[in-house]
T-cell receptor
Framework: SQQGEEDPQALSIQEGENATMNCSYKTSINNLQWYRQNSGRGLVHLILIRSNEREKHSGRLRVTLDTSKKSSSLLITASRAADTASYFCATHSGSARQLTFGSGTQLTVLP | SAVISQKPSRDICQRGTSLTIQCQVDSQVTMMFWYRQQPGQSLTLIATANQGSEATYESGFVIDKFPISRPNLTFSTLTVSNMSPEDSSIYLC??????????FGPGTRLLVL
């Protein structure tokens, strides 16, 4: 079953604006990963944040993790039309090797 | 990182038939995973495929319906057996590199009529 919920389910913004997506999960984690999926294709790994980290940056991406609230956020700054995609968080827990995915956020960036 | 390919990329099948999906990785990996993504939904793990042993299936998925092979460290197949329209999904394989990051193949879009 899915561990996480993401909100919003859908987000529509203008090019150049920032986009923030949130992810909540239920159990303790080793790490949390964010993925992007374009039009039902494969998933592209964006960023991984470990349970002992609070914030991580990669280019225009900023991820935060609050383990006390069991939540994470993904911020995309200065969005582009090419950022239009579905974004999923996925958690890695305990000794399990598989990922448990959130419900996803559909981001639309309007030119 | 890892480069993963899947065949076929898409297929349209008749109910009652079976389809075998192939997943090829450009490097040797211990753990491979098969996920299903139903239309408009998130990903659900079907099974974990380890080389040289039986696949480990998640609750709700059984070997008779989704037999998996893992003959070596770079290749795996997933068969969707006796298909029905409810099996229409994207099927994705993934591999774990190191201890944390998983990389995904491009997926196989299956439509069952």
């Amino acid at each position: 079953s899915q561990q996480g919920e993401e909100d919003p389910q859908a987000l529509s913004i203008q090019e150049g604006e920032n986009a923030t997506m949130n992810c909540s999960y239920k159990t303790s984690i080793n790490n949390l990963q964010w993925y992007r999926q374009n039009s039902g294709r494969g998933l592209v790994h964006l960023i991984l944040i470990r349970s002992n980290e609070r914030e991580k940056h990669s280019g225009r991406l900023r991820v935060t993790l609050d383990t006390s609230k069991k939540s994470s956020s993904l911020l995309i700054t200065a969005s582009r039309a090419a950022d239009t995609a579905s974004y999923f968080c996925a958690t890695h827990s305990g000794s399990a090797r598989q990922l448990t995915f959130g419900s996803g956020t559909q981001l639309t960036v309007l030119p | 990182s890892a480069v993963i390919s899947q065949k076929p990329s898409r297929d349209i099948c008749q109910r009652g038939t079976s389809l075998t999906i192939q997943c090829q990785v450009d490097s040797q990996v211990t753990m491979m995973f098969w996920y299903r993504q139903q239309p408009g939904q998130s990903l659900t793990l079907i099974a974990t495929a380890n080389q040289g042993s039986e696949a480990t299936y998640e609750s709700g998925f059984v070997i008779d319906k989704f037999p998996i092979s893992r003959p070596n460290l770079t290749f795996s197949t997933l068969t969707v057996s006796n298909m029905s329209p409810e099996d229409s999904s994207i099927y994705l394989c993934s591999v774990q590199v190191g201890s944390e990051t998983q990389y995904f193949g491009p997926g196989t879009r299956l439509l069952v009529l």
